[in-house]
């Protein structure tokens, strides 16, 4: 049975989601619908430039005080896709104080502060949804917090931002310089409104802690997660990895501890197999592998950004809210019950790629090699080039604590012999 009086939608935020989630309600109105049981009708859109043109929206439908649009009283369901931490926080908050249940894309909130928004929700009884938060149209949260809950999920890997992932493939397959990879990656859309937020790595991170929290149960905030972009991977790094039959990928991993009792999540560039699944991830495209003790591995797969695509995921999230307003009923809420502590850094294990300048004369390959067995970082391959009575050595290690990496890095920096270090990577994939 149809219900014939429509569910009320404030939409918070009118830009590249926002317009086309409001495309999508106008456009596909009776087959949503049908699909939740009633009518949704868009009640108002706030935005910050009143005069801006907007296609397919009836104007009288804008306005500038989203404050007023949430505390309306008669509104089912806030759409929040203004981005940043205030005003979205308290709009968000506000809104659940006044009946509304909430569907956001807000990454940089929700790992910043998910535990405020998850509280005022269970507070007011009502939804918060966020499919769109990570890796755009790719259906990822739901799987995690719904179809694999029965399970214990002990990894999560993946290339989660896809303006950095645009980027790295344009350097990489066109050698395309950086500034125009993100020119390009800002013009389609795929980029944050402070596009530093994606080359150094804060929105893979702030995903990194999302998928982490709900993954393990507990409670990973931004500041948990270890951080490390892209704007110092070189073309030389690209050149190097090739050489090795590898490529450069942005990664997020969550981690399980082998004992169980911590979790780790980090970001940071790492060079991994062209052979590896996630090599062959081009464009804006994100790819995340999640590794469970019963289903065992899982690959989600596609768009990771853009207009579109984060309006699809944006959208199931209303369906599913609506759906559960009319069955007067919510759908999970916070789990976090584990309260694992977040390991840091240095107790990763991984292997790594660096390379260093140093002198060509006799003794210095054993000198180096010195200091990583000083430090238990066992030495894989050594690869060197000499020219000009320099040399560069490229020494790929086995699995080692991130701590000891450091110590070794550090130990290398103070021989005579080693004139810099030009770069380290992490290793992974294999
Ligand atoms: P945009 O910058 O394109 O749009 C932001 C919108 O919010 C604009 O319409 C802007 O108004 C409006 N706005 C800003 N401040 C206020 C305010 N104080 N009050 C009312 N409205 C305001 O961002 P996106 O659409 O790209 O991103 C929105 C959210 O979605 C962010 O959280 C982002 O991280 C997330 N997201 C984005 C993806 C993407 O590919 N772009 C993918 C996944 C998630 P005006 O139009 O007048 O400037
Ligand atoms: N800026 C983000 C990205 C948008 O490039 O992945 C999608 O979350």
Known sequence: MMRTRPLKVALLGCGVVGSEVARIMTT????????????????????????????????????TDATALVKRGDIDVVVEVIGGIEPARTLITTAFEHGASVVSANKALLAEDGA?????????????YFEAAVAGAIPLIRPLRESLAGDTVNRVLGIVNGTTNFILDRMDSAGAGYSEALDEATALGYAEADPTADVEGF????????????????????DDVHREGIT????????????????????????????GRSVTARVHPAMIPLSHPLASVRGAYN?????????????????????APTASAVLGDLVAVCRNKLNEA??????????LPVS???DVVTRYHISLDVADKPGVLAQVATVFAEHGVSIDTVRQKGKDGEASLVVVTHRAPDAALSGTVEALRKLDTVRGVASIMRVEGE
């Open 116 to 128: 405020t928004l998850y509280e005022a929700a269970a507070k007011h009884g009502k939804d918060l």
């Open 344 to 346: 840091p850094m240095g």
């Open 232 to 259: 110092e991977v070189t073309s030389a790094d690209l050149a190097s990895a090739k050489g090795m039959g590898c490529t450069v990928k942005l990664l997020a991993i969550c981690e399980r501890a082998a004992d």
């Open 287 to 307: 790819a995340v592998f999640v590794e469970a003790e019963a289903a065992g591995e899982l690959m989600f797969y596609g768009p990771g950004a853009g207009g």
């Open 330 to 339: 919510t759908g999970p809420g916070e789990s976090a019950y584990t309260q």
């Open 28 to 63: 596909h109105a009776d087959d949503l619908a049908a699909r939740i049981g009633a009518p949704v009708e868009l009640a108002g859109v706030a935005v910050r430039r009143p005069s801006k043109v907007r296609a397919g929206i009836d104007p009288a439908l804008i306005t």
């Open 203 to 222: 929105d893979a991170a702030a995903k990194a802690a999302i998928l982490a929290g709900i993954a393990f149960h507990t409670r990973v905030r931004l």
